[in-house]
């Protein structure tokens, strides 16, 4: 049995994913974004091993994510999933709401989380739009104008980063295709079972296949993706904004 840690667990994905592991017999702990969906979530996954709650639009919320996180202690998995599309009409943070949900929420909970066995990180292959020049990432979010392909794409950079950093953690990327969930809307023409199948297997498969690091899949095959984000520079550069911006160092010698 492994014990994981599944973002944004509430619905599409990671409820699915948390739902089949659950199903499995592994202990999962789920994560919404506020009590009412913590209840909600509860009511459908009763056999959870624990629901945490935190606003990853949120920089505080995520950090006391992750301190709540590690009074758990050590996940096998963690499963970095939460996502949006779109910002919301009443956000008021000062960070564009698409940067902090979608690539500083993995970033710091990363940072700060005791590491587990296994990262996946949920990618898409939007990041294929997405801009990999570092240079001009501050400006980007200075001016509000990061897309969601620009996020996806430092997903994937943030997972490069760290399966080149800790060699002790498998850590891979998965793209899940476009499929039926609220973000991917109702004629989204992918296969939603297979849209959670690969990050259930690389939590807890020991095949082969799955207990690799570095790799960015869909389907439970490797993939197509993006080369700059093998670039150790523009690995070294995301790390380093992100560290600014967050105030939270990378821990390099961690895993
Ligand atoms: N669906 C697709 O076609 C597709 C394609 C490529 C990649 N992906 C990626 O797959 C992942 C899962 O997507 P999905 O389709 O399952 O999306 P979804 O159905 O919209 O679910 C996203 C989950 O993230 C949670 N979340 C969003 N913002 C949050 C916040 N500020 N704080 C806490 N939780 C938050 C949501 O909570 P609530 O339920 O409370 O809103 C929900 O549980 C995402 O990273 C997405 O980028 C999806």
């Known amino acids: 049995m492994a014990r994981i840690f599944i973002t944004g667990s509430a619905d599409g994905l990671g409820f699915l994913a948390a739902k089949a592991l659950i199903q499995s017999g592994h202990e999962v702990v789920i994560h919404a974004r506020?009590?009412?969906?913590?209840?909600h979530i509860t009511a459908q996954l009763p056999q959870s091993a624990g629901v945490l709650v935190a606003d990853l639009s949120n920089p505080d919320a995520i950090k006391a994510l992750a301190m709540q996180a590690n009074?758990?202690?050590?996940?096998?998995?963690?499963?970095?999933?939460?996502?949006?599309?779109?910002?919301?009409?009443?956000?008021?943070?000062?960070?564009?709401?698409?940067?902090?949900?979608n690539s500083m929420a993995p970033y710091l909970l990363t940072a700060l989380m005791h590491p587990p066995k296994r990262l996946i990180y949920l990618s898409s292959d939007m990041h294929l739009q997405g801009n990999a020049d570092m240079g001009h990432l501050i400006d980007k979010i200075?001016?509000?104008?990061?897309?969601?392909?620009?996020?996806?794409?430092?997903?994937?950079?943030?997972?490069?980063?760290i399966s080149r950093l800790w060699k002790?953690?498998?850590?891979?990327?998965?793209?899940?295709?476009?499929?039926?969930?609220?973000?991917?809307?109702?004629?989204?023409?992918?296969?939603?079972?297979?849209?959670?199948?690969t990050q259930v297997w690389l939590a807890?498969?020991?095949?082969?296949?799955?207990?690799?690091?570095?790799?960015?899949?869909y389907h439970q095959k490797k993939a197509h993706y993006l080369q700059?984000?093998?670039?150790?520079?523009?690995?070294?550069?995301f790390?380093?904004?992100?560290?600014?911006?967050?105030?939270?160092?990378?821990?390099?010698?961690?895993g």
Not at 73 to 100: C, M, R, W
Not at 204 to 217: D, I, L, M, P, T
Not at 228 to 237: R, W, Y
Request: proline content about 6%; aromatic content about 10%.
């Open 142 to 161: 200075n001016n509000n104008n990061i897309t969601y392909s620009d996020t996806k794409l430092h997903d994937l950079i943030l997972s490069m980063a």
């Open 71 to 101: 009074t758990l202690g050590q996940f096998d998995a963690v499963i970095h999933n939460a996502g949006i599309y779109k910002s919301n009409a009443n956000y008021t943070g000062n960070l564009p709401e698409l940067f902090v949900v």
């Open 168 to 197: 002790q953690v498998y850590v891979n990327t998965v793209n899940p295709g476009w499929v039926p969930t609220k973000m991917g809307g109702q004629g989204a023409p992918d296969n939603l079972e297979k849209g959670y199948e």
């Open 204 to 217: 807890v498969s020991n095949n082969r296949e799955a207990c690799v690091s570095g790799q960015y899949f």
């Open 34 to 39: 506020n009590e009412a969906r913590a209840t």
């Open 239 to 254: 790390l380093t904004i992100c560290k600014e911006i967050t105030g939270i160092p990378f821990p390099y010698t961690n």
């Open 228 to 237: 700059p984000a093998n670039e150790i520079a523009i690995q070294e550069k």
